[in-house]
């Protein structure tokens, strides 16, 4: 259940996102959501690399209260940067309901 949660997150709510906040430009909001999930490259830093067992947040660098404060940021500017920021804060909020069901 925990897997189909974290993942419906990552992509599911997203694309609702897109499709109820930007109606028109729909697909390319979707798509740079999708994009900014490039974010967990960050973990490839971290041994094990991957650990069902362990909260991203604040572990991870991309991941930190820090980073998430400069996603914050990025939703003020014009698209496509408030896109990039949105996804972004969607990724730590999935991220964060997973350390919830951990």
């Not at 925990?2 to 930007?22: D, E, K, Q, T």
């Not at 994009?35 to 973990?43: E, F, G, K, N, V």
């Not at 698209?79 to 909020?93: F, Q, T, V």
Request: charged share 15%.
């Amino acid at each position: 259940m925990r897997p189909l949660i974290h993942y419906g997150l990552h992509f599911i709510f997203p694309l609702l996102v897109a499709l109820l906040f930007y109606r028109k430009d729909w697909k390319k909001a979707y798509l740079i959501f999708l994009a900014t999930m490039l974010i967990d490259l960050d973990h490839l830093l971290a041994d094990p690399i991957f650990d069902p067992n362990r909260c991203s947040i604040n572990v991870h660098p991309l991941h930190t209260y820090y980073a998430i404060g400069g996603y914050l940021l990025l939703v003020l500017f014009k698209n496509p940067l408030r896109y990039i920021g949105l996804g972004l804060l969607m990724h730590m909020l999935a991220d964060w309901v997973d350390c919830q069901l951990i």
